[in-house]
Each structure stands twice: as structure tokens, then as C-alpha cells.
């Protein structure tokens, strides 16, 4: 009895918003750290210099909210640039 053939099925998914939204939030291993918006903003934007060179530093990012409290903060980025690099961004321990 031969053995059956496998199939496999391809499948693509085309997404056609121009934006994606993340929930992103910092840990810090000292407590009582707060972060202004801009400050929070300047972090990522090292963080991804860090990782990416200048190609990176320069990926349009915006904050959308920002909760000090909690360190997080709601981004929009554009799609074109998930798959180069915040799609793999996770910050944790600074």
C-alpha cells in the first residue's frame, strides 16, 4: 500500500489597514521609575537604534496614549515597517 501524498495549503493573509496599533509596556527592576511621554517615546526610539541601526531610529512611531502610572502606552505604526523590526520589539528590564 503506497503511502498517501501530503498536502499542504498556503495561506496568505493581505491586510489592507495602513496602521497598526500596539499596547506596549516597560519593566523596570527598580520601582517608583516614571517615565514622561516624550521620555517613554525617546526610549523606544533608542531601543530601536539599539537593534537596527539608523534605519531603525527612523521607523515612524506615535504615541498614541501614554498611562505613566503603568509605563505603557498605546503605539501606531505603520504597517509597511511591522515585518523590518517592531514585530520582534520587546523591551523588558532596563
Known sequence: MPASAAT???????????????????????????????QFKQLLISALK?????????LPLDVLTYEEKTSSAILRVCSRFLPFSLHYLVIVGI
Request: contains cysteine; charged residues 20%; glycine residues 10%.
Open 8 to 38: 499542504y495549503e498556503r495561506v496568505v493573509y493581505k491586510n489592507s489597514s495602513e496602521y497598526h496599533y500596539m499596547k506596549v509596556c516597560l519593566e523596570f527592576q527598580d520601582q517608583g521609575i516614571g517615565l514622561s511621554s516624550a
Open 50 to 58: 539599539d537593534l537596527f541601526g539608523e534605519v531603525g531610529a527612523a
